[in-house]
């Protein structure tokens, strides 16, 4: 007999291997997997009907129906362009000066005769020419004009009357400037009253006459002269020349020097000036203008022999070894340093001694007890003052001309200048003087 039951799926044969029958039992014993709740499952498939309704019934939005072209019956609007705006001209430049002095007499008669000069300049007119005007009211009545141009455009530096040529009336100097200069260039124009006339005597012709023409008057002599400043350089005052009127015709004298002013303030705050009388060697290359002499004057002005406290020459002072040359260079447009150098409140000053790459300064430094400067040291380039420890830091080229050096100095108990230290570079001097070793 075959006892064997058939299997079926709802059966549980406990043959086979054990861990298979562990897992059928535990299936048993766990009971049913839950599963979700009826009215959930109700909602949910209501909500896919309904939105299957919502797409299949919406209606889609008729055409929009087409705007009138009302192009046609539109006006036209006129094509209206503004104007161009007004062309900016140049300005017409006018310059007038008024001579109303009452020694001005051009034709002797005794009357005092009134001047006036006009330029004027239009940047639009094609000769680019300035028309000078010069009309005399002379004191009889009588009106005498002259009207002339010149190349490009100039203004009244200064009109003057003076006796130039004849004690018994004066001449006119007028001096006309170059706006557009940039070391104001200027011409000067002498012009007398014959038979007449208002006639050019003389004009310069010299290119480097620059603003600053003035009357002088002669030793022993009626007549007067003109001094006119010619430029030497951008760096220095003019050298001034001499017109004057030896008899028969005109002479026009440079001084042979030109002359820089420098103040400097002292103890108590006095100030001094430095006249440093400057003139061209003549050579080709450096050094090409030197200084012949420095006179101190007591005040803010020159040229006043009652003033005069000291004259310095180059020659009077020594030279080294290092700048051996017993001379005051001119070239350097830096050519006076005016500071305190000792640190007793009187600013000192310098003069360039040497013209290579070390550029040497013969030091002069003020004596409150004497009343004067004295010549101190000389040091290359421009020296920069520390406050702190009073030290003095110099740059200076080796004997290669490769590298620079800087060396710094201090003074000791009698004032006289100590080297203390050299370094490589400006910063290591600097912190060696904060330092103060």
């Not at 009207?147 to 203004?155: I, K, S």
């Not at 620059?210 to 350089?233: F, H, K, Q, W």
Request: glycine fraction near 8%; proline fraction near 7%; charge should be negative.
């Amino acid at each position: 007999m075959n006892n064997k039951m058939p299997r079926t799926p709802f059966s549980l044969p406990l043959s086979g291997s054990a861990r298979e029958a562990e897992i059928r039992i535990r299936n048993i014993m766990s009971g049913p997997k839950k599963r979700p709740p009826l009215p959930f499952l109700i909602l949910m498939f209501s909500l896919c009907i309904f939105c299957g309704n919502i797409v299949s019934c919406q209606m889609a939005e008729p055409d929009a129906p087409a705007l009138p072209d009302i192009s046609a019956s539109l006006p036209e609007i006129p094509d209206i362009s503004l104007p161009d705006p007004p062309e900016q001209k140049p300005e017409i430049q006018e310059h007038q000066v008024v001579l109303q002095d009452e020694d001005a007499d051009l034709d002797g008669d005794g009357l005092a005769d009134t001047v006036t000069a006009t330029t004027r300049f239009d940047p639009q007119d094609e000769s680019c020419s300035t028309i000078i005007t010069l009309t005399a009211a002379l004191g009889r009545g009588e009106t005498v004009e002259r009207q002339w141009t010149e190349e490009g455009w100039l203004g009244i530096g200064d009109l003057m009357a003076g006796y130039l040529t004849s004690p018994d009336r004066d001449a006119l100097v007028l001096e006309l400037y170059f706006p557009t200069s940039n070391y104001g260039a200027a011409e000067t124009h002498i012009l007398e009253l014959i038979d007449g006339e208002l006639t050019e005597r003389y004009r310069t012709e010299n290119a480097s006459t620059i603003s600053g023409a003035y009357l002088t008057g002669r030793e022993d002599s009626p007549l007067c002269d003109v001094r006119i400043p010619l430029l030497v350089d951008k760096w220095h005052d003019p050298e001034y020349y001499t017109l004057s009127w030896n008899g028969t015709g005109w002479d026009f004298v440079g001084d042979g020097y030109f002359t820089d002013a420098e103040t400097v303030t002292v103890t108590g705050g006095r100030v001094l000036t430095l006249a440093l009388r400057g003139r061209v060697t003549g050579e080709q290359f450096s050094p090409h203008l030197i200084y012949d002499q420095i006179q101190v004057f007591d005040g803010d002005m020159m040229f006043n022999p009652n003033k005069l406290l000291q004259t310095i020459l180059p020659e009077d002072i020594p030279g080294d070894d290092r700048f051996p040359d017993q001379i005051f260079v001119a070239d350097n447009p830096s050519h006076v340093w005016i500071q305190d150098i000792n640190f007793d409140g009187a600013e000192d000053f310098a003069v360039l001694c040497d013209s290579t790459r070390n550029q040497g300064c013969r030091w002069f430094r003020w004596n409150e007890g004497q009343g004067r400067f004295e010549y101190a040291f000389s040091l290359a380039g421009e020296v920069e003052v520390v406050p702190q420890g009073q030290h003095l830091i110099e740059a200076c080229w080796t004997e290669d001309w490769e590298n620079k050096l800087y060396n710094i100095y201090s003074f000791n108990n009698r004032g006289w200048l100590i080297l203390e230290s050299t370094w490589d570079t400006m910063v290591e001097a600097q912190n060696a003087c904060q330092e103060d070793f």
